[in-house]
């Protein structure tokens, strides 16, 4: 059906990039992925552009030439055939019905298609209705899946009983419904064990099971296989069940050994105890009833009796591997215990914070944390060719945007930023700023760290260039006295070295110096 509508949407607009890719991807055009991106290379996602094709070397290059003939036909046939005609004509032209009949629900497929050819017959009659609409209708059906039963193989009048699997008769309804063989299992485990190799696409984890052992992968991706079957089950089991109309017979075995994956499972869940005995005719099922029949059967012993498997004694073997499972045990908890993401921060001893303050001095103090949290904001704008001084004047409480509802505290934040900021204006490491070459600001970064077991994140305040050389600078607005400034310089190198690190990884070139500014003081120091 979506093949069906690909081509209708093709047919009416060349310019459906989409709508073309998905037909090429179908079986109708037959095209790997490979060749997609080469038609795109050549620009030639246009069936009317059959020239674009002429010197192209694949082997698949002729059987498109003759699928994009066929559908510049169909663009110049449809406008001037009635609806109904159209559908004939993509029948007769394009493999469609022959694909269909040859796929998994062959004869069922080719009656569906029938029925959109008739399903446009029947609204040929509309006189607004163009291949426009009609193929905006048939998308609208796609995209909400109308609760619509599929193209009926017999007639519906007939008086007979209907054998259908449940997903065949999703969306029909019947006045009496016998859901037979509910303790059959799935069909999992039977044959013998063969090599699988397990992938899931949602997180790519892969894996590999050999019958008798697997990998880590393959036991991850069974489990979500397994999940998503037991979902399954249950829709199908409420689809069935819901198909009757006026009466339902659930029918089925208690056998001694339960069977994986039937249906009964979930039958049992719900009703308890209760089912399968005899004297407990009636069972609540949530708010409905369940009137149940018993009939006891014969057990036939089992075809063969199975050879009770051997013990074996304790060995050097089962020391060995005893030891080396606990070892596994300690290696996982070792790795559960380390953090994902780590930051350059977590290895920096942080300093005793210092007071500026001297004995008997009463004044507003604005909070460190704040101050530093608006002037590496500031920075992060700032314009180091342009006037200080203007721009020190557009720092007020509109431009800020201050929490703070002590209007004394705010003023205090204010003019600690606005003399932050001009006592860096007057340093020496603002004048070499201004001759420097901004690379970024405020620079985030990802990189693999200890061993790939982690992953290093953190964001670089400046990185800029100056006489070729590739230098990084990191903001610092500690209280701090300036006599301790190259003390406090040197608790940050693990700091420094791990930015430089990073940068080194991410831009394929060495970092001639790292220095920390010392706002407060206008001092610059290089590690």
């Known amino acids: 059906m979506i093949d069906l509508v690909n081509i209708l949407r093709c047919v009416d607009n060349p310019h459906d990039r989409i709508a073309l890719v998905g037909l090429l991807r ?35 290059a002729e059987p498109l030439r003759r699928l994009y003939g066929r559908l510049a036909r169909l663009h ?20 469609v019905l022959e694909l269909a009949a040859a796929s998994l629900h062959g004869e069922q497929a080719v009656a569906n298609l029938f029925k959109v050819r008739q399903m446009a017959a ?13 193929v905006s209708l048939m998308l609208d059906r796609l995209t909400e899946q109308p609760e619509e039963a599929e193209s009926a193989l017999s ?67 069974a489990e979500k296989a397994r ?54 005719q009636d069972i609540p099922v949530g708010a409905v009833g369940l009137r149940q029949i018993v009939l006891a059967g014969d057990d036939r012993p089992p075809a063969r009796q199975r050879e009770r498997p051997v013990e074996l004694e304790g060995a050097v073997m089962d020391r060995a591997f005893s030891e080396r499972w606990m070892l596994r045990d300690r290696n996982w908890q070792a790795q559960r215990s380390e953090p994902w993401l780590v930051s350059p ?34 920075l992060q704008y700032w314009d180091f060719t342009a006037d200080v001084a203007s721009q020190v004047a557009l720092i007020d409480h ?8 002590d209007t004394a505290m705010q003023e205090a934040v204010i003019e600690e930023v606005r003399g932050l900021l001009r006592t860096f204006a007057q340093s020496a490491a603002y004048d070499r700023l201004q001759r420097a070459t901004v690379i970024g600001r405020e620079v985030p970064f990802l990189v693999p760290w200890n061993g790939g077991r982690q992953i290093m994140e953190g964001v670089i305040d400046l990185l800029y260039r100056i006489d070729g050389a590739l230098w990084i600078a990191d903001y610092k607005t500690d209280m701090i006295p300036a006599d301790q400034v190259a003390a406090r310089a040197e608790l940050y190198r693990e700091q420094a070295r791990l930015y430089r690190s990073a940068v080194e990884q991410s831009l394929g070139e060495p970092v001639a110096g790292f220095e920390f500014i010392f706002l407060r003081h206008g001092v610059a120091v290089t590690v």
């Open 122 to 134: 029947d609204l040929a009659d509309r006189p607004n209705l163009t291949l426009n609409g009609f």
């Open 76 to 95: 110049e046939q449809a406008p001037r055939c009635p609806l109904p005609e159209v559908l004939d004509l993509i029948f007769a032209q394009l493999p």
């Open 227 to 280: 999940t998503r079957e037991q979902a399954e089950r249950r829709r199908l089991f409420y689809v069935g069940m819901t198909r009757a109309r006026e009466c339902l017979v659930l029918s089925g075995a208690l056998p001694r050994r339960r069977v994986r994956g039937a249906l009964l499972e979930l039958l049992e869940e719900a009703a308890g105890a209760e089912l399968g005995l005899a004297e407990q």
């Open 345 to 378: 921060s977590d290895f920096i001893q942080k300093p005793a914070p210092v007071s500026e303050r001297e004995p008997g001095q009463v004044r507003r103090v604005a909070p460190g944390k704040t101050v530093g949290t608006i002037v590496h904001r500031l």
């Open 26 to 60: 179908s079986a109708v055009g037959g095209l790997p992925d490979s060749a997609l991106v080469g038609l795109q290379e050549r620009q030639a996602l246009d069936y009317r552009e059959l020239e674009r094709l002429a010197d192209w070397s694949s082997p698949h």
């Open 155 to 221: 007639e519906d009048t007939l008086d007979a009983v209907r054998v259908l699997t449940i997903h065949k008769a999703k969306g029909l309804e019947f006045p009496l419904v016998i859901l037979a063989g509910l303790h059959h299992g799935d069909g999992a485990g039977r044959g013998p064990a063969r090599p699988l190799i397990w992938h899931d696409w949602s997180t790519g984890v892969q894996g590999l099971d050999l019958g008798d052992r697997c990998s880590l992968g393959a036991v991850l991706v």
């Open 398 to 405: 509109t431009s800020l945007a201050l929490d703070e509802p």
